[in-house]
């Protein structure tokens, strides 16, 4: 047998045990129940709890009595939690026997953290204590402080001469890869200690921007706050409100915003704020902020607006110049439409007088500044000098670069500041005998006609010109004014406000090509007739008049009285008859005119309002998007965005965003061909008859407006579309001018001097390349006749949304010189007499057509027209840049 033998069960009654119960029975004065006497089911087990001998079990005992009673405290009992001890705890009350180890609930091990917490049950076991809340809340400071100081430790102090060694200069690369022209703010900038900067700039920035920088401490936690708050958000960025937080924020090369680096500038400007004087921190504060034109500090600012050094400023000058931090781009009162289309001339003087008035004020109210010199500085504002040409900005260098910066901020992340701060190569898609060839042509033009000296008409005459890569959308040339050398500093090949003429009316031809008009079945072709005459009524779909602001007619004019009659719309395109083409517009609908012409290329920002001469091109888009969307009818109706650049570095690293735009059909491929078909026929037979000089095949379309204030020509082959306009420009007020008697001539109109400025540079462009003519053209449309003249309703009634108003812009009026003489107008649809009219007009001189000012009619009037057609949506700052 086993040495570990079973214990033999002790009598029921023996045993010391049972000897310790009887005593501690009788001491307390009790007589012990007999087994069962109360109630408990552990009465009943017998031997279970005691062995035959009355032996207690062995796991029993008074400390389980007494946990078991404060289990069951309140009379209330709980049954044992399962798990515990592996074995089902014995039954029985607080004073139950048979209470063993068994039974007993095992409590974990203190743990350093108790969550959940041991002993509790239901919700109360998942609230954390005190203790827990309280040491976490010290941990997590602890932490805070921790990280603090480590940061504190590891940041060093910026000062401005660090910031301005690492400025560079940006460098500009032609087509080809060679360099074009570097420029930046490497070479303006200049610092100043404190003593000679003016007290009255030192006060303007503090009045205007931390009235507390002297009491401070350099860190404006709400202001960090808020700012985290809002990129959290995903919402705009926030800069620092301090003056210290600035000067932090201007010595980062990146600016990018992301927590990390909002943290690590409080680090910076709680360390700056401890290790420098206010004095030191203000004197590098206005060291390294942006004034914009290039130059970063006081100084360069000084000189860039004021052509002073910083220490000789006025009270008014430093205004100015303080009011500029608050964003160059549009508190410069020169403008910068180069940047932003809302940043004009007009508008940023505006904005510059009105945060200048105010920044004098705050200083006055500070005690900063005395009366007198309040009212001496408050009684006129000192206007800054225009813009001095950069090194290397001279001809059209300035204007070559100016585009092409302005596609870079259109299509990255780069701030202006950023780019300024230089480091960037540029490589664009001028290419440089092109450009040199546009510039050229220009020159020899107004060389040969125009003498600003003997004639004053001939002053303040200007030229806009680019040309764009059909089927891609580079721009190869273009000409912006007479250089930033020459204080020319608006780029006229990217300005808008110059009302292209008759150049519009092919947008118009399309949309009836692609879209038919309210009466017709399907498209229309180019050959259906409408009523060319002078002086006519221009009527709604319904066949009422579209009536002026007094309910009288509005009749639409030509720049001659000739009476052409009913003639086809490309006898119209030929000859720019602009009536036809008015009533085209309302048949057709003008919303779908807009929707082509914006397909095609040009921007809704350019849009004029929708009356019935917008037909005639009283809409200002730039030459590059004119050439661009011309660009459009050359590639058989695919459409690619105009683009200056095509690659981006800094540090070596591609900047992403500066891929080929993406090439679409505008429009179907056969009304692009159709309308390439008539167009080329106004260069053989209509008033682009002097582009027949460039000896190849060609397509374009004149355009004169009201008054000769502005005249255009719009031409292309299949391997470049090119866009010159011609204008004059009040220089004081930017207001268009009269060009009659310009160039001793009685009216200049696109067909003369801008056509020949585009024969002189297609012929150079153009040198050693194959004529690959135009793709054929297939009949379009149904002809009609007579279209334009239904009968009126009987006595018809105008309602209110019919009546219109007086257009304040100045509307087209186009005629060809010299005149053509009689011809037969031939193309693939036959031949068609010029002058065999209804009315038996006679060939007394082709015109350009021309209007007077025109009704403004409300959008129902001219919107109507083809209910089947598409409402489909169609200056260079924008998308396509």
């Known amino acids: 047998m086993s040495e570990h033998r079973r214990k033999p069960p002790q009598p029921q009654e023996g045993g010391r045990a049972a000897a310790r119960r ?13 087994r069962g006497a109360t109630g408990s089911p552990s009465d009943s087990y017998g031997s279970d709890s005691y062995g035959s001998g009355g032996e207690e079990r062995a796991y029993g005992g008074r400390a389980e009595a007494r946990r078991a009673a404060q289990r069951n405290a309140g009379g209330r009992r709980r049954a044992a939690e399962p798990g515990r001890g592996g074995r089902r705890a014995a ?18 091990k203190k743990r350093l953290i108790d969550y959940p917490r041991a002993g509790k049950y239901g919700w109360r076991r998942w609230m954390p204590s005190w203790k827990l809340v309280s040491g976490l809340c010290v941990g997590f400071l602890g932490g805070l402080v921790a990280v603090a100081g480590i940061g504190y430790a590891m940041v060093g102090v910026p000062n401005e001469e660090n910031a301005a060694a690492l400025s560079q200069n940006n460098v500009y690369y ?37 009235k507390s920088f002297y009491q401070d401490s350099g860190v404006d936690p709400m202001g960090i706050a808020r700012a985290l708050a809002n990129m959290a958000r995903g919402g705009d960025t926030q800069g620092g409100s301090t003056i210290t937080q600035q000067f932090v924020k201007n010595t980062y090369l990146s600016q990018e915003q992301t927590v990390t680096r909002k943290f690590k500038e409080m680090f910076i400007s709680i360390k700056v704020g401890t290790k420098l004087s206010k004095p030191e921190i203000l ?23 004021y052509g002073k050094e910083a220490k000789d400023l006025t009270p008014g000058e430093c205004a100015v110049l303080a009011a500029l931090l608050k964003g160059p781009t549009y508190y410069d009162p020169a403008g910068n439409e180069g940047i932003d289309p809302t940043a004009t001339r007009e508008a940023n003087r505006k904005r510059s007088e009105a945060r200048w008035g105010w920044i004098l004020e705050q200083m006055h109210n500070d005690k900063r500044i005395t009366d007198k010199q309040y009212q001496d500085a408050i009684k006129k504002y000192p206007m800054p000098q225009e813009r001095k040409a950069t090194k290397g900005m001279s001809g059209q260098i300035g204007y070559l670069a100016d585009t092409a910066k302005k596609y870079v901020l259109n299509h990255s992340d780069i701030t202006e500041k950023q780019f300024d701060q230089g480091g960037y190569q540029i490589k664009t898609t001028f290419q440089k005998d092109k450009v040199e060839a546009l510039s050229k042509a220009v020159k020899k033009v107004e060389k040969e006609k125009l003498d600003p000296e003997k004639r004053e008409l001939d002053k303040h005459v200007q030229f806009g010109a680019a040309s764009v890569k059909p089927k891609d959308g580079a721009i190869v040339a273009l000409y912006g004014g007479a250089g930033y050398n020459n204080g020319h500093f608006n780029n006229n090949a990217d300005t808008a406000g110059v009302p292209v003429g008759s150049t519009w009316k092919p947008f118009v031809l399309a949309a009836a090509m692609e879209h038919g008009t309210y009466r017709s079945d399907g498209p229309l072709s180019p050959l259906s007739k409408y009523n060319g005459n002078d002086h006519l009524k221009v009527r709604n779909n319904d066949g009422s008049y579209v009536l002026k602001k007094d309910n009288t007619p509005f009749f639409q004019e030509n720049e001659s009285d000739r009476p052409w009659g009913y003639i086809s719309l490309r006898k119209a395109m030929e000859q720019s008859v602009n009536t036809p083409f008015v009533q085209l517009g309302m048949d057709v609908g003008m919303r779908n005119v807009r929707d082509v012409a914006e397909k095609a290329g040009i921007l809704d920002a350019s849009f004029a309002t929708l009356n019935p001469s917008f037909a005639l091109g009283t809409s200002t888009p730039s030459a590059i998007r004119m050439a661009d969307a011309y660009a459009t009818f050359a590639a058989a109706g695919k459409q690619a965005a105009p683009y200056s650049v095509t690659s981006v570095k800094s540090n070596g690293r591609e900047v992403p965003g500066f891929e080929k735009p993406r090439i679409t059909q505008a429009m179907p491929e ?80 696109g067909g003369d001097t801008p056509t020949q400025v585009w024969t002189e540079y297609m012929k150079a462009a153009l040198r050693g390349e194959t004529d ?11 002809i009609q006749d007579e279209l334009g003249a239904p009968t009126p309703k009987p006595t018809p009634k105008p309602t209110p949304s019919e009546t219109v108003t007086e257009s304040p812009s100045a509307t087209p009026s186009e005629s060809s010189s010299p ?63």
């Open 772 to 782: 690959l003519g135009f793709p054929a053209a297939e009949k379009i449309g149904t």
């Open 22 to 34: 009887g005593q501690s029975g009788s001491s307390s004065g009790r007589r012990a129940a007999p």
């Open 670 to 749: 056969n009304v692009a061909n159709n309308v390439t078909n008539v167009l080329e026929n106004v260069v053989q037979n209509g008033t682009g008859k002097n582009a027949l000089a460039l000896g190849r095949t060609a397509a374009g379309k004149t355009g004169t407006t009201d008054e000769n204030k502005s005249a255009w020509f719009v031409g292309y082959t299949q391997q470049l579309s090119t866009s010159v306009a011609m204008f004059r420009e009040d220089p004081k007020s930017a207001k268009l001018l009269s060009m009659n008697g310009t160039a001793g001539e009685e009216s200049i109109h």
């Open 91 to 108: 039954p029985g009350g607080p004073n139950g026997p048979g209470r063993g180890k068994a039974g007993a609930v095992m409590y974990d």
């Open 819 to 881: 005149s053509p003489s009689p011809t037969d107008t031939c193309g693939f649809f036959g031949c068609e007499k010029d002058g065999g009219t209804d009315n038996g007009g006679v060939n007394n001189g082709g015109t350009d057509g021309g209007v007077t000012s025109s009704p403004t009619p409300t959008e129902t009037n001219v919107d109507g027209g083809n209910s089947r057609g598409n409402g489909n949506g169609g200056l260079f700052g924008g998308p396509g840049g």
């Open 283 to 305: 004197q590098g504060y206005l060291n390294t902020s942006y004034y914009g034109r290039g130059a970063y500090g006081i100084q360069a600012a000084a000189q860039a607006y």
């Open 174 to 210: 032609w087509a080809d890869g060679s360099q074009m022209v570097a420029s930046g703010s490497g070479q303006n900038r200049q610092n100043v200690t404190i003593d000679r900067i003016p007290k009255a700039m030192q006060w303007a920035v503090i009045s205007a921007e931390n």
